[in-house]
């Protein structure tokens, strides 16, 4: 081999050894222990807790090994940012109303049911459907997710869209839908809905958990060590008008507080946080992150409950990237359900650092903060690869950040995952699914 040919040879090696660098992987970590306050400083929004808007920030990609290319992409996100529903939407303000009627209102009730009102219209005929944020949040992840992953989404591509019957999560998928395809119009995309997906993304023993004695014990016993509620009625009723369950109020006046960075775009910026003290204000958003920590993450007393009824939408998801993979006619299966069937989910695949067990109370000691994980639009992407060799790699994106699967922490390439060693695993979980 002449000299030009040899330095030529070492160059190209040189080049194709710089292309299949793969930098090391920086896993997501929980805030440091007792850093709530200051987590929260960083986006007052996150008050809300799991009613918080979604944050747009995607996480830097891992590159493939070399000669991996996305090929397929199955998704599952909870609806976008919605109005409240029952009492959460309206309850505060009706006590208001009637306190008002009876001349029994402090000043500052006054002043907080005046801003109230606009909040309360905008749930008449709309209770617990998809604000405008809503949709746009919806929109942004689709567009996000066709340019991050553009080689998916080729013309004459099928993308299968299914949704629970609720409105708010047909319309959220009536969004990501028509972003995807505004982005690329030769895509094929069609959208089911029924009783079928409903109990598929929101499993009918979800509820059970509520049904449980022990959980309204440890729900009433969280509030009360985070919240007192009778300075909260007080401030805002006069002495002589009984408040049925000042907790209740409470609560309800959260929610609708809570709810307001949702309808910013129907009802511009209302700051209603501002009516609770600060100490009131990490209270209750201590109490609701411990309260939904418990209910449907992996809480020690209730996780196992709640993780076991997502075994059929696994089985879905498991099933359904095998039709993709063996047609090559598939972009992606995108799924709009709940925030009770997303993280169950999550935690029954065991990705980290949201699967963390912790006893119900103690998480939010321990960093782990529901807004950086359950905020409205909140989603779960499965992301394939495939090489010339018809091998498959797949990487976790949980709310478009790269996260890890501990249960295979060998995988040489994590956080890609070989899908010959992945899917095994996966359909290990779901011992259930096909047993009458």
Known sequence: MNAVRKFAVLLLAGALLYACARPAFTPQSLPELADFEADLQGDQGRLAVLFHSYEVAP?????????YKPCYISHYSRHGSRRQYGSGGVGAFELLKEAFSKDLLTPEGAALMAELEPLAACHIGMDGELTLRGGKEHQGIAKRMYKRFRPVFRSGQKVHGKSSTFRRCITSMANFGGALWSESPGLEIDFQSGDKYSELFLHHYLFDVHADKRFQELEDSLFYAH???????????????????????????FYVAADAEDLVEEVGELDIMKYFSREEQLGLSIFFNEKYYMTFCNSFQFGDWSSWSTQWMLNDIVSCADAALSSGDVAADIRFGHDAGLIPLINLIGLDPISRRYNAGDAWKNGWYIWRWVCMGSNLQMVFYRNSSSDVLVKFLFNEKEVLLPALQNAPYAPYYKWSELRPYL???CPDVGRS
């Open 59 to 67: 996480g830097p990609d891992t590159p493939p090994p070399c000669g």
């Open 227 to 253: 919240v007192d509620p009778l300075p909260i009625v007080n401030r805002f009723f006069k002495q002589g008008f009984q408040v049925p369950s000042p907790m209740d109020f409470a609560m309800d006046f």
């Open 427 to 429: 359909v290990s979980l």
